[in-house]
């Protein structure tokens, strides 16, 4: 996968930043925030790059930045 300059740009920027107009809010973060023992994030989908972004709250692995990661379902238990 090759992420968008969208998508590069919103990484590292505060979770204040709003999603650029190709994210999407994808599953739970449709609803809400995923909450584990280690990070709570808001998943984000790009409809043009696929890429999976992740708004990251001040509990999130990094605290308060947007973040790339694995789609959801292929994140192990516990990790980001």
């Avoid at 919103?10 to 999603?19: D, F, I, N, Q, S």
């Avoid at 989908?45 to 692995?61: L, P, S, Y």
């Amino acid at each position: 996968m090759q992420a968008c300059d969208l998508c590069h740009l919103l990484v590292g920027a505060p979770t204040t930043v709003e999603p650029h107009e190709n994210l999407a809010a994808s599953g739970a973060g449709a609803l809400g925030m995923n909450i584990n023992s280690r990070w709570v994030d808001r998943p984000w989908r790009c409809t043009v790059c696929g890429a999976w972004m992740f708004q990251n709250a001040a509990h999130g692995e990094p605290p308060n930045v947007w973040r790339m990661g694995r789609r959801p379902q292929d994140r192990p238990q516990g990790r980001t």
